[in-house]
């Protein structure tokens, strides 16, 4: 039923590419063009990934699922495994792979359509004790959104919730959630506003996988015993 | 049919603990972020609320109702009374315990990742004739949206209209709409941009218990006659 | 099928109001929030009336078509007389009697919400060729989405495209679109950011006719033929 | 089933000129209000035409498609012409023109409405490298979100997916994505902030006809084999 895992992996591929090409170039065009306010950048900056996340899960979903966050693909495959559904722990290796290649690819494509040097290494420092339990809180509320809609047949809202449940998370958690592995390591490839210094990614994808894990746990307990639906997004009426 | 009361209660508190999150944390970024313009920040802050809310119904709404609100939960004991439908008076006042302290731990939450003092008590004066007569409309429209929604078969378009009505009321009242006693206790436990004095809150709680009534009122005259559908957001398609 | 008369009076007359509180609360907020820059005023003025327009309809349609605009009524009346669908004349002229009181009535609100003088007259003259000319076109447009979709068999989307439509007419209209005589007339009793002189209101409405014919001519050549399906909102699933 | 050919080219007509006109008139408005800040005109501007966009493509859908853009007509003749669906190619070329025609008077009803020269020739250059992949990029995408929505059943969400898309496009991409040769050259003919000067319009087309071969390409490799839904907007329970 499912598309072959080659054509999965190109939409994995272009989708984060495209994923935190959209997070980087706006945090660059915000940054240019409204260079006064640091608030109203994150303003534009998150509108601009709410609306481009939702039409990503749209365009990609139907081939791959559009996890397009290891996270994701992980949880899929750990609450799949006993009833058979879901990805295989390779399938999960090389999806995690295609994202972070296409994270990394995304960002070089930002900076060069803002005529910059393609390859730059992030200097922005953003590793707090605040920061780390805003990752956590993000990536797990980002776990519950997607496997709690799939679990309750409502997989076609996804292209919509997540994207607001990370439209809301820019604010809310201290650490404008990141959530995202493949994105995370993309942003260390920019200096520009969107950008994270190697040193404090690590960490911050080290909350994400705690994070996964919470909400993993969250939904378990307020959804138990549907492991057969556990699949992200479904493809419907999609032609492979 | 419905989850066991501990499932519930685990949600409606897990749930107003997010929603108490999302809105004293983006309080905080905006203040932090765009320090020269409090009405870019309160645009911030409801943005967030609009996003963060729909998400929060969604996820929980087929556990506990996603209530997330002591007066919601006591307009549903009210109108599922004569037909036996809805929450039975304990389930109110144990639903009313789990949104409180969820509310409170939700201050503390947002407190913390931005690394503040965890506990403080906000000394943020807000009531005047005014705000109040906004509270009541606030939450009185709250109430007919929710209900109206219910009792016409339309559940499904609570998340977005629920949201869409708390962001349209951070505006157009001059309260910036609080509308839950829940929420309104929890912002007393942080000194933040959106943080609640004690003494405005009780004023503001009995704002809200009138407005609810009202809200009550006008779905009775609007859409009489139609108890046995009070519930407000049916379990659909979940599994439990 | 339908509400008795003076449910759907009741409807329109609350349900304008509160639009008309929506529209100026908002606009008292956003010009003392945001005092230096009225471009940002009229985002938080236009995002704040999207969320409760589009709110409003939703709860009002079932009962009266949430009409809440005397140029929506008249045209209902125009494509359905021949099918004898539609409103009467005579039901034309009560509902526009709602409309406009409950216009005023939203005004005195905002008014009163803000602990400003209830009663006033607005002295924001608005006339020019270009605001007459956008006044027409904005009418238009929106008289020509909500009977599209009625002859579309897509009335359940008119809540959001209504207000989405507004939405984009504050801003690319020169006139910031007001398309609604109930609303203009309602408008004038507040001389805040969202008022409107006496003697600009007459021109405005004028327009707002013009280009109610106008959307009318439009939806006749593109959707020829089917008057019987003239009515506005349907009363879908709704108990009365 | 469709319309006649004059029909549909009327709605193309109208459909495009509404859409440069809320391009080119949010922009003066912007421009205006919010002197100060470019990044939050652009905010407003794309603000709108996310609004905007996605209601015209409501309105006129069923009766032409709503492509309003010649690339999408001639993927729509490209991707139909083996099954013997989609545009003709003459079509495609009678489609270009009324699009076309449409994006210039949709500039002068835009100039007129703000009290301006009505025809105005721009004077802002816009090309850069970073600009011309930037609108490759925004067309591909383009053609990606709606012949997917297309070939996977869901076009009845490319009303909100393509808004979603350009009010992304708008930010991430350097060039704030045109995407649209009809609306390129009508953008030309007003000297304001969404403004072109004709030697730059020429390398935009130029980028965007690259782009939406690029689009094609995707889609045809991610969802081969389906060229039978290749329509863009099927019209769904329209009247004609």
Known sequence: M??????????????TALLVCIVVGSGIAASQ?????PGLQLLQN????????????????????AHLNPVVSAVDWLLGRRAGTGLTGRDVIAYACAQTG????GAVMA?????QTPLQLATHHRITGGHLIGEILATAGL??????LARTGRAALSAAAVAAWIGAAYWFTSSTSFANPAVTIGRVFSDTFAGIAPA????????????????LAL????????ASAADVVTPHRAAH
Chains 1, 2, 3, 4 share one sequence.
């Open 33 to 37: 063009l409204s260079p006064g306010d």
């Open 200 to 215: 404090s990614a690590a960490g911050f994808i080290a909350a994400q996988l705690i994070g996964a894990l919470t909400g």
């Open 2 to 15: 499912s598309a072959p895992l080659t054509r999965r992996l190109l939409a994995e591929f272009v989708g």
């Open 219 to 226: 939904v378990s307990v307020l959804y138990p015993g549907t």
């Open 102 to 105: 296409g994270g990394i690819i």
């Open 111 to 115: 900076n060069l359509m803002f005529d």
């Open 46 to 65: 998150s509108t601009t990934t709410v609306f481009g996340l939702a039409v990503l899960i749209l365009v990609f979903g139907p081939v791959s699922g």
């Open 143 to 148: 776990i519950a959104v997607i496997f709690t």
